[in-house]
């Protein structure tokens, strides 16, 4: 393979690269023609994509500074059903080693783990040196859907408010750092990503009865938002609200917001020369069986 086309496939995988990002933006059904944008949109867009692909770089470097610098970093996604956080985090891991950066998304506690102390099931989750983790909901789910939904006793509920500031502070003492971020939406724009999760078949198992349940208990949870909000904003800990009604502006600032919370550096690297390709006139390559290949369909 000549230079020519060796710089030709480069680009070409670069370019494949960044059409992952559309590929989550644009629905393939609507592609030919079925839906079209205004020359405002297709602005908006373009700088989305093009802010998003800068951040994303930033996200590059403050990996490479936590991984140098041995930093712990625990960033938690609070919000409700439909508010974001999910696409929020897709975008922030999407270029990042997962070894490096991981989510932490734990389903309901099992039997045994309703047992456990409160936040027990939580810190085998925490970082080790040199990691960053994103709670995909996290220990506040006590201070939302299980009071709102009345998984937990009112003595449970209190105990949390007790214990969870001296948790955090532990944390921090640790040196852990955390921060934490609820995804703010409107009733509006919650019923209208609800409905269209439901004429979707690409997004109906995003809905659970639980998250329709939540939908009926808006004002539920809102007290509960509320109540938790004012009792657990501390300073080593404080709590920041993510505008989301806009999922894209959403996305944008809170990494922009992220990046300004760690006092992350460029880390110099040594640079990287690809070594030659060793070839051994010994050796034959043996013919690959042809059941093993996968059908070219496409």
């Not at 994509?49 to 490479?64: A, S, Y």
């Not at 974001?84 to 783990?113: D, F, H, M, S, W």
Request: contains cysteine; charged residues 30%; proline residues 5%.
């Amino acid at each position: 393979m000549n230079n020519t086309e060796k710089q030709r496939r480069f680009h070409a995988d670069l370019i494949d690269s960044y059409d992952e990002e559309f590929e989550m933006e644009v629905d393939d059904r609507f592609i030919d023609g079925e839906a079209s944008f205004s020359e405002e949109e297709r602005l908006l867009r373009k700088t989305y994509f093009r802010e998003l692909f800068r951040l994303q770089g930033e996200l590059v470097k403050l990996q490479d500074w936590v991984v140098h610098t041995g930093h712990r970093l625990v960033v938690l996604f609070e919000g409700r059903d439909a508010a974001g956080k999910g696409g929020a985090i897709k975008r922030i891991t999407q270029r990042l080693n997962p070894r490096v950066c991981r989510v932490a998304a734990l389903p309901a506690p099992n039997n045994r783990e309703r047992t456990q102390w409160y936040f027990q099931r939580y810190v085998s989750h925490l970082p080790a040196a040199s990691e960053i983790v994103l709670f995909d909901r996290s220990w506040y789910n006590r201070a939302g859907v299980e009071r709102v939904m009345h998984f937990c006793t009112d003595e449970e509920y209190e105990e949390f408010f007790r214990s969870v500031p001296e948790f955090e502070k532990m944390l921090v003492r640790s040196g852990i750092q955390i921060v934490k971020y609820w995804f703010s939406i409107t009733d509006d724009e919650q019923e209208v990503r609800f409905q269209a999760r439901i004429e979707d078949p690409l997004k109906q198992w995003k809905l659970s009865p639980m998250d329709l349940e939540s939908r009926r208990r808006w004002e539920a949870y809102t007290a509960a938002k509320e109540i938790m909000l004012q009792r657990t904003h501390i300073p080593e800990a404080p709590w920041w609200v993510v505008q989301a009604v806009d999922k894209k502006r959403a996305r944008l600032n809170c990494i922009h917001h992220l990046l300004n919370q760690v006092p992350y550096t460029d880390v110099e690297h040594q640079p990287i020369t690809l070594p030659e390709r060793v070839f051994n006139p010994d050796y034959l390559r043996q013919p690959v069986p042809e059941q093993l290949y996968v059908p070219e369909t496409y």
